[in-house]
DNA sequence: TTGAAAGCGCTACCAT
DNA sequence: ATGGTAGCGCTTTCAA
């Protein structure tokens, strides 16, 4: 057995002359498409053991024009929602040999569209405000057989592309129920949208459920403006106009987890105690939401499942050109101290 | 001018024959790599843009060896200095058109190299605890011409890894005498590690402060325990242990601010407030440091700086294999709400 | 200044 | 059950 001189790279075909059998069928034991008899196997194994034989997986992609990677684009890396989606989708993706290039928001997807087709990624998971993405990028990825899917099929035609929709809609409601029941009326909701975004179907929602559940027609509303930020800064700030516009509410609600913190923390300064003057709710359940003080009632999206669903789309689609999935997450409510019973039920 | 029928593939060769050129031309053009006639590069890139060419980065990879592409490994995704980090490294990677890969902390090291390997990663940043990490790994990327950044040196050997450390000792340092210079002097340390693991330099330099600022031979420390969670809730369970056990602090500080905003929540649930009753800081100014309540005062890394001089590293390391460089980074102090002047100056 | 052609390391078809 | 071999789309040397 001779000392490995220097690292020198090896081939395939030295592995094949080493074990003393074809180019083909050191191939064929590596990825397993065709029998090959376990004598051979072996000694294929051991020479490549010995050669410190590592196969070219992107020649191996030029070859069969696919790279077994997918990327993942989203326009807020300083979401933990997203940041946790994405964890998930990477934990699915290596688990079926699949490598993630991740892909923040400097530029548009319209950007990245070309590196797509050129690093010829096999899929897309797009993490973004549908306002900032054009159909015309989804289509030529599309055509090149890149599978693509959607947080949201909100303003995107082409049947191709998949969604699994985070249903924020049924969320709001269910927040909403929870208020009522929990005796509340006066309920008010920190937007960081207003009418004119039409993708988000949160502030929507809400009017639906306030007119429904309480027959109340003009539900108090805060909400933000352009470039439609749901940090915490905003929400401590819409909070803190809420307080001003001397509108009562007993519960408020709030586009998501991170609003619901800055509101909290808004409410604080001023002297209301959550949940004793004010019951607070988010929405997403991110990690934060179970460590705050008070810790946050929120609706919860199940990100880990979500993003192993997204990935086995993704793959469904990779591997049988043609499934197409739209699907639409349930989520669930979460109680925790953020909200409690409303103290004062006469108005 | 003929109408795109299907969106065939097109390659190199095609862009050739409708530009009247050969194939060389058409890479020369593309990859700017030797000089070619102004008319010429007009009719490739002509011809190119009439056919949607797109050059098969792959295919370029297998001939030049190296596929413009780095990896991010890192063993906490959760952690919000680690994203951070990773976004910056991505930004400044797509800027000079390399590719990321993201890499979670399911499987180690270890598991990942192969991978690198196999798919001729140019470079890899390690985010991730050095003990986690072996040698023989980190020699085996290297001898593969496979450039490695590490956030920690300790405990590596090879003089080719590059390192960019974050210097928390220096933190500590600025924090005890921060806290000094306001009149505290009965400080609690809350550390997720303890004296066992060797490469936190927060501890010791907790302790090496402690008495070269106050004489403080026995300074009051909370330890955690392996698995060495810095989390917001082993914050608040390690500020409730410091309660329990009665000693005597006007300040605290924590090996980060995830667990600065657990201790906070403890003590404020206890009636203590933040920073009458106690000052606490933490570690790393993650964004949530700016907006918890009372804003957080802690120690920053500048993590966008920090991302980019990563890649720059990486990045000269990949052009002229041989550079290495060893760093440290410069933290700085973060004065926000959390901290104030001690009112016992007597005791 | 440009072109021809020999690979890069692999896949997958066609043989046997 | 295995091997031979023609490509995949590109880079880069060598020659013109």
Redesign the interface.
């Known amino acids: 057995m001779e000392e490995n001189k220097r690292?020198e790279?090896c081939c395939r075909d030295d592995v094949a002359r080493l074990a003393g059998v074809s180019g083909a069928t050191v191939s064929y034991v590596f990825s397993r498409k065709r029998y090959v008899s376990p004598e051979l196997v072996r000694r294929v194994m051991r020479a490549a053991e010995e050669l410190d034989y590592?196969?070219?997986?992107?020649?191996a992609?030029?070859r069969r024009k696919s790279?077994d990677t997918i990327a993942?684009l989203t326009d807020d890396?300083?979401s933990?929602l997203q940041?946790?989606i994405?964890?998930a989708i990477?934990?699915s993706a290596?688990n079926s040999g699949y490598?993630?290039?991740?892909?923040?928001g400097?530029?548009n997807l319209d950007s990245y569209v070309?590196?797509f087709?050129?690093?010829?990624v096999d899929g897309v998971f797009l993490s973004v405000d549908p306002a900032k993405v054009n159909n015309k990028s989804i289509e030529k990825l599309l055509?090149?057989g890149i599978s693509v899917i959607i947080t949201s099929l909100r303003g995107f035609s082409d049947p191709r592309v998949c969604g699994l929709e985070l249903d924020f809609g049924a969320g709001v409601s269910m927040l909403v129920e929870h208020f009522k029941d929990l005796g509340h009326s006066k309920i008010a909701f920190l937007s960081c949208f207003d009418d004119s975004y039409e993708y988000d179907k949160r502030l929507k929602s809400f009017g639906n459920n306030m007119q429904r559940l309480f027959g109340e027609a003009n539900p108090v509303t805060v909400c933000g403006s352009p470039p439609w930020e749901s940090?915490?800064?905003r929400g401590?700030e819409l909070a803190k106009k809420l307080m001003s516009t001397g509108a009562e509410f007993t519960a408020v609600m709030c586009t998501n987890d991170l609003m619901a913190?800055?509101a909290?923390?808004a409410f604080?300064?001023s002297g209301l105690k959550v949940p004793e003057d004010v019951s607070v709710a988010g929405m997403d359940d991110i990690?934060?939401a179970?460590?705050?003080?008070p810790a946050l009632t929120t609706i919860s999206h199940r990100s880990l499942e979500y993003g192993h669903r997204i990935f086995g789309i993704l793959k469904q689609n990779i591997d049988n050109k043609s499934v197409v999935s739209r699907e639409r997450i349930s989520p669930s409510l979460v109680v925790r101290e953020s909200t409690a019973v409303c103290k004062s039920v006469n108005k």
Chains 1, 2 share one sequence.
Do not use: N, W
């Open positions: 690292s790279q590592h196969p070219d997986l992107l020649a992609a030029v790279s993942v890396m300083a933990p940041i946790e994405i964890r990477q934990e290596m490598f993630t290039h991740i892909c923040g400097v530029k070309d590196d087709i050129c690093r010829k055509d090149r940090t915490i800064d401590y913190l800055g909290m923390r604080q300064e990690l934060f179970r460590s705050s003080y």
